[in-house]
């Protein structure tokens, strides 16, 4: 599977933007896979961002997306969308979209970038003030 996050952009600090995942191929299916989003800043490691299990009934957030962020799925479109609200600055980063690992996975090991193998290329984000 390859993965297409897209929905990136140039906003302003308060702006909202969301994110979609999907896979490249409308062939392959991401219905039996947790989703995760991560990100990267510039000189900075890849961070938790969110995370939904493969049937879409619990999610998953990094301490700073908790109040600002919400992940959601539709297994009917093959598609993970990450919505994002009063964007910050901060929020300046690389968005990544991965799969998990296991198939029909109900655990809780969601937070890790080794959980995930496979990931997508990154859709940038630039929140200016």
């Known amino acids: 599977v390859q993965l297409q996050a897209s929905g990136g952009g140039f906003v302003q600090a308060g702006d909202s933007l969301r994110l979609s995942c999907a896979p490249s191929?409308?062939?392959?299916?991401?219905?039996?896979?947790?989703m995760g989003w991560f990100r990267q800043a510039p000189g900075k490691e890849r961070e938790f961002v969110a995370a939904i299990n493969w049937s879409g009934t619990t999610t998953y957030y990094g301490e700073f997306a908790k109040s600002r962020f919400t992940v959601s799925r539709d297994n009917a479109k093959n598609t993970v969308l990450l919505q994002m609200n009063s964007l910050e600055p901060e929020d300046t980063a690389a968005y990544f979209c991965?799969?998990?690992?296991?198939?029909?996975?109900?655990?809780?090991?969601?937070?890790?970038?080794?959980?995930?193998?496979?990931w997508g290329k990154g859709t940038e984000l630039t929140v200016f003030s």
């Open positions: 991965a799969q998990h690992r296991r198939v029909y996975y109900n655990g809780g090991d969601y937070y890790a970038v080794g959980s995930y193998g496979t």
């Open positions: 191929k409308h062939t392959d299916s991401i219905t039996p896979y947790a």
